[in-house]
Nanobody
Framework: QVQLVESGGGLVQPGGSLRLSCTAS????????MNWVRQAPGKRLEWVSS????????YYADSVKGRFTISRDNAKNTLTLQMNKLKPEDTAVYYC??????????????????WGQGTQVTVSS
């Protein structure tokens, strides 16, 4: 049974930091590209970041480049997203998603093989 479980969301002030984690089970984590996708209230899914299967290559949306860092630990089946200099427009539900192919977009839930349940990030003073 495939599971992706996110944690680490919460309420943070503008300029603050949060670290999201995603723990995977039920599939060969080290063989999959891992991704973070977010959905702000009333908006469509937005691709945030991707990392390749061995962690050597990372990609970011322009909106988060220089502020967010994606990483993975294949020995522990975990994916993380370090988010710094948070802005109110970063407020969203953040999902980790897995796929065997490299994808730097998200137009819907069918774009990725597996999804987590999401974790809420709220940036507000």
């Amino acid at each position: 049974q495939v599971q992706l479980v996110e944690s680490g969301g919460g309420l943070v002030q503008p300029g603050g930091s949060l670290r999201l984690s995603c723990t995977a089970s039920g599939f060969t984590f080290s063989s999959y590209w891992m991704n973070w996708v977010r959905q702000a209230p009333g908006k469509r899914l937005e691709w945030v970041s991707s990392i390749n299967s061995d962690g050597n290559s990372t990609y970011y949306a322009d909106s988060v480049k220089g502020r967010f860092t994606i990483s993975r630990d294949n020995a522990k089946n975990t994916l993380t997203l370090q988010m710094n200099k948070l802005k109110p427009e970063d407020t969203a539900v953040y999902y980790c998603a897995a796929d065997q192919l490299a994808k730097y977009y998200c137009s819907g839930y069918l774009d990725y093989d597996y999804w987590g349940q999401g974790t809420q990030v709220t940036v507000s003073s």
